[in-house]
């Protein structure tokens, strides 16, 4: 058993490579094996943790719930035949079919030109429809300020807009000129910080004793 | 009579003793200098050992790799990447981008020279091309061990060839990660995936094409170094007395330049400051707020860098970089007056 979950760990790791023979071998001892199969889960479950990619929530069981939804799907069987498929009549429904729906674009198109017949009667029938004649000033605003307080946040947007381009290009321009001094000065430098950083911890675990 | 051979027992006891409390000491210190001079002290399977590998390949062989670099809302730009070692030890590199007018980039030793439309040639002395990949990367992937999560994850096929995969994950999440693969036979790159908290894809290289060759390319023989262009040199900007300093920088981090600049599309005079910590490079702008110009608070991302502009006491900042707006935003916020 301890060697089944051994190869179950290996294969879920990646380790057994590319042979594939023996790969088989354990998929179908997990196939045939419910144990396995909950260790599958697990050892999964346990190496996405240790690589830090599990999702924000975790759904199990969701093959059960699958299984589920299929069990209350509603039986679909194949419809019987009719004599709408006998050859000759298949044929002609399709043509009566197109004939209905020939008509009921006609009535649409004809009701569409009463209705924006009326329509336009009545536009012209009701002058009280017309806009109000603006009184001077409303609320404070005459229609000139108000074209104005439309303007401002435009002009705010192109401004911001620009100073975001300036940065961009000030940012791309300075990657660009970014030097990196002769690599083997660089590596001593970090070698110099790795060894303060260990000495550094190595006083924080000391000072205790 | 019995106390003078007792004296003596008990401090040969204590010189045995120090003795040995020493000797072990001095072992343990040899080998941790001998372990750091080498570099090679990961066991071979490890993330970092590959990671070694990567870099020790990157700057050793001859090879030709066609790549595609894709980012969110632009077009993919194919580049050709050429690297060559010739009989003296003088790294040769070449960096080509293969549509539209071109951009060529040529390093020989520590001179990377430009070749771009519209702008004159020029040259700039440093040992790497800050090109469309994080180069520093590739050839200083230690400096990342501070800051950053090295995860083997697996082996897959990339570009027709057995790939090992690698996840770099930022350990307290203040920067974005990466998925890298790596050739088995040779640890040159395949593929790389730049990620967000989400694990949405930010920015992508890919690899279509590699060949490592026995000697450098033809192409490096027709370089004639004395023709290259002059390397234009910066003068050492002034000692900056800022009134303003940092908070908080993210772990590994480190201010690698600050001055006062002028911006070439504005012409206003801004505070600049940038942080870097060998994988992503982030620049923070600050600049004193002028009073009758209201800044509103803008958070978004342009391509695969966020940008950020905040109001902060008397300042304006701004901060670019390929990391996530949390973190850019605790910087930000982190900017004090020196009092």
């Known amino acids: 058993m301890s060697q089944k979950?051994?190869?179950?760990?290996?294969?879920?790791?990646?380790?057994?490579?590319?042979?594939?023979?023996?790969?088989?071998?354990?998929?179908?001892?997990?196939?045939?094996?419910?144990?396995?199969?909950?260790?599958?889960?697990?050892?999964?479950?346990?190496?996405?943790?240790?690589?830090?990619?599990?999702?924000?929530?975790?759904?199990?069981?969701?093959?059960?719930?699958?299984?589920?939804?299929?069990?209350?799907?509603?039986?679909?069987?194949?419809?019987?035949?009719?004599?709408?498929?006998?050859?000759?009549?298949?044929n002609i429904v399709p043509f009566a079919k197109q004939g209905g729906q020939m008509a009921i674009a006609a009535?649409?198109?004809?009701?569409?030109?009463?209705?924006?017949?009326?329509?336009?009667?009545?536009?012209?029938?009701?002058?009280?429809?017309?806009?109000?004649?603006?009184p001077g000033i409303q609320g404070g605003l005459s229609p000139v300020s108000f074209d104005q307080t439309r303007a401002i946040p435009n002009s705010g947007a192109v401004e911001q807009k620009r100073r975001?381009?300036?940065?961009?290009?000030?940012?791309?321009?300075?990657?660009?000129?970014?030097?990196?001094?002769?690599?083997?000065?660089?590596?001593?430098?970090?070698?110099?910080?790795?060894?303060?950083q260990e000495a550094q911890s190595d006083i924080v675990e000391n000072t205790p004793q | 009579m019995l106390k003078t051979p007792l004296n003596k027992i008990s401090s040969r006891v204590?010189?045995?003793?120090?003795?040995?409390?020493?000797?072990?000491?001095?072992?343990?210190?040899?080998?941790?200098?001998?372990?750091?001079?080498?570099?090679?002290?990961?066991?071979?399977?490890?993330?970092?050992?590959?990671?070694?590998?990567?870099?020790?390949?990157?700057?050793s062989l001859n090879y030709t790799i066609s790549f595609i670099l894709l980012k969110p809302g632009v077009d993919s730009q194919p580049y050709l990447w050429r690297h060559g070692v010739n009989e003296d030890g003088l790294e040769m590199e070449q960096l080509n981008l293969l549509n539209g007018p071109g951009r060529e980039v040529v390093r020989i030793g520590d001179k990377v020279s430009y070749f771009e439309p519209n702008v004159p040639p020029y040259s700039l002395q440093s040992s790497i091309i800050n090109g469309p990949f994080p180069s520093e990367f590739f050839q200083l992937p230690e400096k990342l061990m501070l800051s950053y999560e090295f995860i083997l994850v697996g082996r897959s096929r990339i570009a027709g060839r057995a790939a090992q995969q690698i996840r770099i994950i930022s350990k307290d999440k203040s920067r974005f990660g990466l998925n890298v693969w790596l050739d088995q036979e040779t640890g040159l790159l395949l593929k790389m995936n730049m990620f967000g908290q989400e694990a949405q894809l930010l920015e992508q290289i890919q690899v279509t094409g590699l060949?490592?060759?026995?000697?450098?390319?033809?192409?490096?023989?027709?370089?004639?170094?004395?023709?290259?262009?002059?390397?234009?040199?910066?003068?050492?900007?002034?000692?900056?007395?800022?009134?303003?300093?940092?908070?908080?920088?993210?772990?590994?981090?480190?201010?690698?330049?600050?001055?006062?600049?002028?911006?070439?599309?504005?012409?206003?005079?801004?505070?600049?400051?940038?942080?870097?910590?060998?994988?992503?490079?982030?620049?923070?702008?600050?600049?004193?707020?002028?009073?009758?110009?209201?800044?509103?608070?803008?958070?978004?991302?342009?391509?695969?860098?966020?940008?950020?502009?905040?109001?902060h006491g008397e300042l304006n900042i701004t901060?670019?970089?390929?990391?996530?707006?949390?973190?850019?935003?605790?910087?930000?916020?982190?900017?004090?007056?020196?009092?």
Request: net charge negative.
């Open chain 2, 14 to 59: 204590v010189l045995t003793l120090l003795i040995c409390m020493f000797v072990p000491l001095h072992i343990c210190a040899q080998e941790e200098s001998s372990s750091e001079t080498s570099n090679k002290s990961y066991p071979s399977d490890s993330a970092q050992a590959w990671l070694v590998k990567m870099s020790d390949a990157v700057k």
């Open chain 2, 319 to 339: 901060v670019i970089g390929k990391l996530p707006a949390a973190t850019a935003n605790a910087i930000a916020k982190s900017i004090q007056r020196i009092n």
């Open chain 1, 107 to 134: 009535s649409v198109a004809v009701a569409m030109i009463i209705g924006v017949q009326q329509l336009n009667q009545a536009d012209v029938n009701q002058p009280f429809n017309a806009a109000p004649p603006i």
């Open chain 1, 5 to 90: 979950l051994e190869n179950l760990s290996a294969l879920v790791d990646g380790e057994n490579g590319v042979s594939s023979s023996s790969n088989n071998l354990v998929l179908d001892a997990v196939k045939n094996d419910t144990e396995l199969q909950l260790k599958w889960k697990s050892y999964h479950l346990i190496r996405d943790g240790l690589r830090q990619e599990l999702p924000a929530n975790i759904n199990f069981d969701i093959a059960d719930k699958i299984a589920q939804a299929i069990e209350a799907e509603p039986a679909i069987l194949a419809p019987k035949k009719t004599w709408r498929d006998l050859p000759l009549v298949s």
């Open chain 2, 211 to 311: 060949q490592v060759t026995k000697d450098p390319d033809p192409f490096f023989e027709k370089i004639e170094p004395g023709m290259l262009p002059e390397v234009i040199s910066f003068g050492p900007s002034a000692p900056l007395n800022s009134k303003w300093s940092i908070g908080y920088i993210p772990k590994g981090m480190t201010i690698i330049k600050r001055d006062l600049r002028r911006l070439a599309v504005s012409g206003e005079v801004v505070e600049y400051i940038m942080l870097s910590d060998g994988l992503v490079d982030v620049s923070v702008y600050l600049q004193e707020k002028e009073n009758n110009k209201p800044q509103e608070n803008l958070v978004g991302t342009v391509q695969s860098d966020t940008l950020l502009t905040i109001e």
């Open chain 1, 164 to 196: 975001i381009n300036a940065y961009m290009t000030d940012h791309k321009q300075q990657l660009r000129f970014k030097t990196i001094e002769s690599v083997n000065d660089k590596s001593a430098i970090m070698n110099q910080d790795i060894k303060n």
